[in-house]
């Protein structure tokens, strides 16, 4: 930055980043009030984890202060923007602009979570994308919610990975090693005796009490409400295959217990159930995509980053 807190010329375009970005990134993000690091948990495996598994790119100012920073990861046959954030300094430069169309240069096809920030759902529009359907975040009590009775195993983070790829096809195993080192990590899949429903992950959340179901694949023709259900039961507080350093059965009253948070596309069928027994939504995204069949939104629970 120029003294006076003015912005120097930014470099164009944006290069690819490396390892000895992350500390600048992990300032972007946290000026842009999108903290990717974990309290009390050292360095940034988030931001390893963009660098190894897909596309990061940095826009940097000319006497090289990094300014914005965008991510997108592969998945199937397109590209998932998993993030694009610009310091405040430097917005409305063109700067996300450029940063987007290096994440996704050479995609066949993309999907990303647009904000509310206003200048977001224009920028994805003109790169080609379309608003589809908002996603919710919502927070709850699962102890509250009617229990399907399905089948929930606690699993390796592989087994996750390969559950997913016989219900989905897609291969996420890059993704699920990641939630597999996320604290209080507990890979599962849902079940109906041999018949694997889903396929997924619940970690703790990121700086306050309570749990996080940050991804969850259905089975095409599976009961995705039951399933979303079963999944959330076991893994919160309390849950039959909740982390070891949690009791598996309510201690005190259910009113005491940490919430679990989850995503939710608004056309699922889990909706109504959640709302209905008390879950809330906090926060809400618009799912973006250049072709509307690249994700079924009744079959996916999504990490908004890494869908």
Do not use: N
């Not at 826009?59 to 998945?75: K, P, R």
């Not at 509310?116 to 994805?124: G, K, M, N, T």
């Amino acid at each position: 930055m120029a003294k006076g807190g003015t912005m120097t010329t930014v470099r164009m375009p944006p290069r690819a980043a490396t390892v000895a970005d992350i500390p600048a990134i992990a300032r972007v993000a946290a000026a842009s009030d999108e903290p990717i690091e974990s309290p009390g948990v050292p360095g940034s495996p988030y931001a390893e984890h963009l660098l190894e598994r897909g596309t990061v790119v940095v826009a940097e100012t000319d006497d090289h202060v990094v300014v914005g920073y965008a991510s997108a990861v592969t998945i199937g046959r397109w590209r998932h923007v998993s993030d694009l954030f610009v310091h405040p300094s430097a917005r409305d430069h063109g700067v996300g602009t450029a940063l987007l169309a290096a994440a996704l240069d050479g995609a066949e096809a993309a999907t990303a979570f647009c904000s509310e920030d206003p200048r977001a759902l224009p920028l994805y529009v003109r790169s080609g994308m379309r608003a589809l359907w908002p996603d919710l975040y919502l927070e709850g009590r699962p102890a509250r919610l009617p229990d399907p009775e399905l089948e929930v195993r606690l699993v390796t983070a592989d087994e996750a990975a390969a559950a997913e790829m016989d219900v989905s096809g897609r291969d996420r195993s890059l993704d699920h090693e990641y939630w597999g080192t996320r604290r209080g990590a507990t890979p599962f899949i849902v079940v109906d005796g041999s018949t694997i429903l889903g396929a997924g992950a619940a970690v703790h959340r990121r700086g306050r009490p309570g749990r996080w179901l940050p991804h969850l694949a259905i089975a095409p023709g599976a009961d995705a409400s039951a399933v979303a259900l079963a999944a959330l039961h076991a893994t919160a507080p309390g849950g039959v295959i909740g982390p070891p350093s949690e009791p598996r059965r309510p201690a005190g009253p259910e009113s005491a217990q940490p919430p679990t948070s989850v995503c939710v596309p608004g056309p699922h069928p889990v909706l109504p159930a959640l709302l209905r027994f008390g879950f809330r939504i906090v926060d809400r995204d618009l799912f973006m995509a250049t072709d509307p069949g690249l994700v079924d939104p009744e079959r996916i629970l999504p990490d908004p980053s890494l869908l």
